[in-house]
């Protein structure tokens, strides 16, 4: 292994340089410890679970000590004495522990966002949480706990008083090729602020290629090793105890069993004169035990990229296919047989397109799982609030979305579920009365259905009433009547500023948020249904296209211009005759597709194409399907199939009915892209 590059003597450490890498890792672990905790069963907590808690504190507490982040690294040590007590089972958890703990999650969070923005915000008041941490370890009950304090587990020994003060280690080095990199932890000692002292044991002459160092500190061995690995590769460093302490070495209070599996990286070496291991308990995970448990995150491989460079690489890719089309489009017209080669060579240029395109587009679709994962701990606050028993059902966390669709749905679907606790959730009492499970159930589900992706927000609360709906909004002046269907009556919701809430509170009531929802949904080219069982409960069912930059795409004529249809949405085509279409209704037409009746939308009368000449095609009817609902296009021909790449017609121009984008065709034109969600609910109409 190749030494690390050593740094001049005298010359500063610059860190800054880590920092984004270090704020997005702690992310990630506040993150994944927020997960655990809010799935972790407090009367069966086991020891895996709580061995992953910890790692995820003690990691973002090596970093923030290594950077200086001092408040970070002080609350997340606390967070440590905690977690260590219930690991080794001197405490037992209690919800008041759990509690604790996510606010201190968030806590972090808004200090390492202070961090990351300097002079954003004011500094954050950890104070109570410490006081918190304190009791908790102390096994008292801190002030304003929900539950009583903690104590001690059944069994459990006794937990002798940490070490006071600061403890001695012997630090082995080497072998080296260069002794300036041993010198450079003696450098590192002198820039970060209560790290302790260090001082040669060898008088600075190295024996057998080895440096060895006396460190008096109060940082475990843990640390000092995160720190080491800066300057020296890890399974060339080991501590060794001079006196007792803690940590992970041979001897130290709570040290793991040994394992012959880490010998060769120097973690468990037998020192001279260093203590026999003690006894470790039958609860206390090994280290075996623990290096599996983290085995997945270590196989782990990902690449850090900007989502800019990600969405310049779609770009690019999206002018490729474009080109590409041109150059198909414009080969059309040459002999294949006098220039076969050439033929041959466009073939491929499409094929690998093609592969380009879908291996290019896979990088920004990220699955729902992610979206999920903030509802659990915002509806565990919400409901203890509303004090409702509130049970969260997800299916579908494997679909995948588009990143900037996730971005920009999160907000809709967040009030959406909080409406379902806040509206839909009945009191428990309410719910036994009613003769109902007293926890109520909250299902978001996510489901590709053709060339859209459909996420569901459902409850099994009350539900809404047509009584009440109707009565609210003849009280605000909306013109209501009372042979209106269900599906109108529930659309009233998205009115701005409705609102059939009783006491205007911090968590709704003031009639802001449904329409912003519908609002944002539709800006995505999404549409929004609701179905709801006065009594039994409600679902809102949210249809979003896949994808934002690239879709495949069927090209159409009607007269002299060119449409596109989302092919995921052409169900069949075929030629017709004009006397198998007929009137009803009076403006009304369908067609017979086999058993069943479509509704026809004839495009040049929808889109008001202008025509010139008779129409030198037969007419094609193409079936599509979408939000549930089939219509038969009447168009003059099928073009052919086709990559496009979507441009946002609203951004670039305005909003047009019954168009969802455009794109570029080959020869430079701009055809637009139709919304057959649209086109079908015109029909059904």
């Not at 970093?63 to 260590?84: N, P, R, S, Y």
């Not at 024996?207 to 060895?212: E, I, P, T, V, Y």
């Not at 793991?256 to 609860?283: S, Y």
């Not at 428990?428 to 996510?446: F, N, Q, Y």
Request: aromatic share 4%; net charge negative; glycine share 10%.
């Amino acid at each position: 292994m190749a030494e690390p590059t050593s740094h001049t003597a005298g010359a500063g450490l610059d860190l800054s340089q880590f920092h984004q890498v270090f704020f997005e890792e702690a992310g990630e672990n506040l993150e994944r410890m927020e997960q655990q905790l809010l799935g972790i069963d407090i009367e069966t907590a086991d020891d895996e679970t709580l061995n992953s808690i910890f790692r995820c504190a003690h990691s973002v507490k090596g970093g923030a000590a290594t950077f200086g982040f001092k408040d970070v690294a002080e609350l997340t040590h606390q967070m440590e004495t905690l977690l260590d007590k219930l690991r080794r089972h001197e405490l037992a958890p209690n919800a008041a522990m759990v509690d604790v703990l996510l606010q201190a999650g968030d806590a972090l969070k808004a200090q390492l966002l202070r961090h990351q923005h300097p002079g954003s915000d004011e500094p954050v008041d950890t104070s109570g949480l410490l006081r918190s941490f304190a009791g908790f370890v102390a096994g008292q009950a801190p002030l304003g706990a929900a539950a009583p304090g903690p104590t001690p587990a059944p069994g459990a020994p006794v937990a002798a008083a940490a070490p006071a003060g600061q403890r001695e280690l012997e630090l082995v080095v080497g072998p080296l090729q260069s002794h300036a990199v041993a010198d450079d932890l003696i450098e590192l000692f002198g820039e970060i602020a209560d790290l302790g002292r260090i001082e040669p044991l060898d008088g600075g002459q190295p024996a057998d290629g080895l440096r060895r160092f006396k460190i008096t500190t109060t940082s475990t061995d843990s640390d000092l090793m995160d720190l080491f690995t800066f300057h020296v590769a890890r399974e060339k460093l080991q501590l060794q105890p001079l006196g007792p302490g803690y940590g992970f070495h041979a001897g130290a209070a709570g040290a793991p069993e040994p394992d012959p599996a880490d010998a060769a990286f120097g973690f468990f070496d037998d020192a001279p004169g260093a203590p026999a291991p003690t006894a470790v308990a039958a609860h206390q995970p090994t280290a075996k035990a623990v290096a599996k448990a983290a085995a997945p995150a270590a196989e782990a491989s990902t690449l850090r990229v900007s989502v800019e460079k990600v969405d310049q690489l779609i770009n690019l890719v999206g002018e490729l296919v474009i080109t590409q089309a041109m150059l198909a489009q414009t080969s059309a017209k040459i002999d294949a047989g006098l220039y076969q080669q050439l033929a041959a060579g466009l073939a491929d240029l499409q094929r690998h397109t093609k592969d380009l395109q879908e291996s290019v587009m896979s990088i920004r679709m990220i699955p729902m799982s992610t979206v999920y994962s903030r509802f659990p701990r915002m509806l565990r606050d919400l409901a203890a609030k509303l004090e409702k028993k509130v049970d969260f059902v997800t299916l579908g966390e494997s679909t995948e979305l588009d990143k900037g669709l996730v971005e920009k749905i999160t907000d809709p679907l967040t009030h959406l579920v909080r409406n379902s606790c806040d509206h839909g959730i009945e009191l428990p009492a309410e719910r036994v009365a009613k003769g109902k499970p007293e926890t109520g159930t909250i299902t978001l589900a996510a489901s590709h259905q053709g060339g859209s992706i459909l996420i569901e927000v459902r409850d099994d609360g009350k539900g809404l009433s047509r009584p009440k709906l109707m009565a609210k909004a003849r009280e605000r002046g909306i013109a209501v009547s009372d042979d209106m269907p269900d599906s109108e009556v529930w659309s009233l919701i998205f009115a701005p500023g409705f609102s059939t809430a009783e006491v205007v509170t911090d968590v709704s009531g003031r009639g802001v948020g449904m329409d912003v929802v519908k609002k944002n949904i539709t800006a995505l080219g999404g549409t929004v249904e609701i179905e709801s069982a006065e009594g039994f409960g409600m679902s809102v069912r949210v249809r979003l296209p896949l994808t934002l930059a690239i879709m495949d795409g069927m090209s159409v004529g009607v007269g002299s211009e060119c449409y596109i249809l989302p092919l995921a949405s052409v169900v069949e085509s075929f030629q017709i005759q004009a006397d198998t279409i007929r009137s009803i209704g009076g403006s009304g037409q369908v067609v017979q597709v086999r058993d069943e009746y479509l509704p026809v939308v004839d495009l040049e009368r929808v889109l008001a194409i202008p025509r010139f000449g008779q129409p030198t095609h037969t007419p094609v009817m193409v079936v599509v399907e979408a939000e549930g609902r089939r219509a038969a296009l009447l168009v003059d021909e099928l073009l052919g199939q086709q990559q496009v790449v979507v441009k946002n017609l609203e951004a670039n121009y305005r909003r047009v009915n019954d168009v969802s984008g455009a794109t570029i065709m080959g020869d430079g034109r701009v055809a637009l892209i139709l919304d057959v969600g649209a086109l079908a609910r015109r029909a059904r109409h």
